[in-house]
Nanobody, 127 residues
C-alpha cells in the first residue's frame, strides 16, 4: 500500500506558475501521474511518468507548459506548471499504479487505470 499527499495548490493569475508536490510513501510502483478535475467535469489525466523506461506523457492541453519530475531521495513527484490558463483551474491529484502509463490519447480514460490516489490540492487560475 502507498500513501500520497499533494501540496502546492494556490490562487495564481493567468500566465503565472505553480509547482505541485506529491509526497509518497514509496515510488516503487511503475506508473505515477498527475490528474485534475474541475467542478462538473470528468477527471482527466495531465501527465504520467514510468519507472521502468523513464518515459513521460502529457495530455495535449498542457504540452510545452507542464513538466513532471521525480526526486527519489525525497520520495516526491512534482508537477511544474507554467503559463497557467483559467481552464487549468481544478483540483489536482497524484496517483500511482503497478502497471504502465495509459496509452489512450484522450486522457479522460487515464484515471480508471490507477489504483492509489492522493486527496488533491486546489489550483485556481484567475485575475
Amino acid at each position: 500500500q502507498v500513501q500520497l499527499v499533494e501540496s502546492g495548490g494556490d490562487l495564481v493569475q493567468p500566465g503565472g506558475s505553480l509547482r505541485l508536490s506529491c509526497a509518497a510513501s514509496t515510488l516503487d510502483y511503475n506508473a505515477i501521474g498527475w490528474f485534475r478535475q474541475a467542478p462538473g467535469k470528468e477527471r482527466e489525466g495531465v501527465s504520467c511518468l514510468t519507472r521502468s523506461d523513464r518515459r513521460t506523457y502529457y495530455t495535449d492541453s498542457v504540452k510545452g507548459r507542464f513538466t513532471i519530475a521525480r526526486d527519489n531521495a525525497k520520495n516526491t513527484v512534482y508537477l511544474q506548471m507554467n503559463s497557467l490558463k483559467p481552464e487549468d483551474t481544478a483540483v489536482y491529484y497524484c496517483a500511482t499504479d503497478p502497471a504502465t502509463c495509459p496509452r489512450h490519447t484522450d486522457s479522460i480514460y487515464w484515471p480508471q487505470f490507477f489504483k492509489y490516489w492522493g486527496q488533491g490540492t486546489q489550483v485556481t487560475v484567475s485575475s
